[in-house]
């Protein structure tokens, strides 16, 4: 650090690097005001040179080499923008080991290789920091790390994923079914061409995992969370969920339980009278319940450039105060304990209520058999609807809404149903928040 200006490297300048090279570049005088420090965007390392960018970087060293900003002793922060796996790990590895800290919105690498990088981190005395991994410019990690230090965090539920929840808002309020309201996300921006990580849930347990590492100031371990995506509902299951005063989101779940963490990712009934239900379109929500505060709510957009980059540069900030300090000294040590871990309670454990939708044969005793076999693994039914109009093949559906009921009974009751010939196989679980 050359006085009071940290210098920056940036490697990787896609939508997310743009954003922050625009805010360093353009909101220097805001950001010197707000921290006394001059922010100085030194070099970008850049594969492809050849987009227009609308940026004037006439007074940044602009390269296709990694290793410029990497092995530059006068660099003091390094923003990984280019995410996935590799060469990002490598990069921030090396950057670390060169006493460098980092700042990264890498919420796969962190979810699945933190513990590595957190340890090479406190090894050698930096830190790396990723507001930017969960929620955008929702500064739901400094929430919890700094806002909530006082509290023991016994609960978390949110919406992560704004093109899951794009598709099922839409489902919910104009009626169509997913494959057309998957096809509106893409073409308003807000699903990718390949939108399997966020509809198969995957996107949404990597911001879970971090939030719930946070939560527990222990490593959660990504493969060992509950997953669901939101592929197998149907216009027909928005419209009963409805009926029944609920709205379908996809939740990511973190509560306390048996000693351990209950932390699970699938669709939820979601009832109406609760705030995450109104939740629309691409915004994101965090419910966060403290042992000493109570409930708290974080809301706003989960993704994009100016959110994400403005998440970066917060990060950035805040780190340069370790820098202020004399050789030796740490403002404050930010990330995940790497030694520590927490027992995850098996989603077999825990007990749910549910909502299940069968498509059955039109003739008698069809329902009585379904309700005495979950009678028998001791799971009650609290509401039923049928309908009298008939599928083709004289299949109709039946919809039931449980009391609270063990997931492991519930899947033996499940696999017993599904062995009658009256049940056609494309049934339907949701848990019922």
């Known amino acids: 650090m050359n006085g009071q200006r940290v210098n920056i490297g940036i490697i990787g300048l896609g939508t997310v690097g743009v954003g922050v090279a625009r805010i360093l570049l353009q909101q220097g005088d805001l950001l010197k005001t707000r921290s006394t420090l001059t922010f100085h965007l030194k070099t970008i390392a850049e594969l492809d040179w050849n987009k227009d960018r609308n940026l004037d970087l006439s007074n940044v060293k602009c390269t296709d080499n990694a290793y410029d900003v990497l092995d530059d002793p006068e660099i003091n922060i390094v923003v990984e923008t280019i995410g996935g796996y590799e060469p990002a790990f490598s990069f921030i590895k090396r950057a670390l080991e ?11 690498l962190i979810a699945t290789r933190g513990r590595e990088l957190f340890q090479i981190a406190r090894e050698n005395g930096v830190d790396i920091l990723f507001e930017a991994s969960v929620g955008g410019g929702i500064p739901i990690i400094k929430g919890l790390r700094e806002g909530l230090i006082a509290n023991k965090i016994e609960s978390i539920y949110g919406i992560l994923n704004g093109t899951c929840n794009y598709i099922l808002t839409k489902m919910h309020k104009d009626s169509v079914e997913f494959e057309d309201a998957l096809k509106g996300a893409q073409e308003n921006g807000f699903a990718e061409a390949d939108p399997s990580l966020d509809i198969n849930g995957t996107d949404t347990a990597h911001k879970l995992t971090i939030l719930g590492s946070l939560a527990s ?26 009926t029944f005063g609920y709205t379908i989101k996809l939740l990511a779940i973190y509560r306390v339980f048996n000693g351990g963490v209950d932390i699970r990712v699938h669709p939820t009934l979601v009832s109406d009278s609760h705030l995450l239900s109104a939740v629309s379109n691409e915004m994101n929500a965090i419910f966060v319940t403290g042992d000493f505060v109570g409930n708290t709510v974080f809301y706003g957009p989960g993704a994009g450039e100016r959110p994400t980059a403005s ?65 028998d693994y001791k799971i009650s039914i609290s509401s039923m609807v049928q309908l009298e109009t008939h599928e083709r093949d004289n299949y109709v559906p039946i919809v039931l809404l449980t009391h609270e009921a063990s997931e492991k009974y519930m899947e033996q009751a499940l696999q017993k149903i599904m062995q009658f010939e009256f049940v056609k196989e494309n049934f339907l679980r949701l848990r019922i928040f």
């Open 98 to 108: 060169n006493r460098k800290h980092v700042v990264t919105a890498n919420k796969a």
């Open 217 to 242: 100031n222990s490593i959660v371990s990504f493969d060992k969370i509950y997953v669901e995506g939101i592929t197998g509902i149907s216009k027909l299951d928005i419209n009963f969920a409805k």
């Open 311 to 375: 998440a970066i540069v917060g990060d950035i900030v805040d780190l340069s105060r370790d820098l202020l300090l004399k050789e030796g000294q740490k403002y404050c040590n930010r990330t995940i304990n790497p030694t520590a871990d927490v027992k995850i309670i098996p989603i077999e454990e825990v007990t749910n209520r549910f909502y299940l939708r069968f498509f059955t044969l039109d003739k008698p005793g069809v329902l009585a058999k379904i309700s005495g076999i979950l009678a």
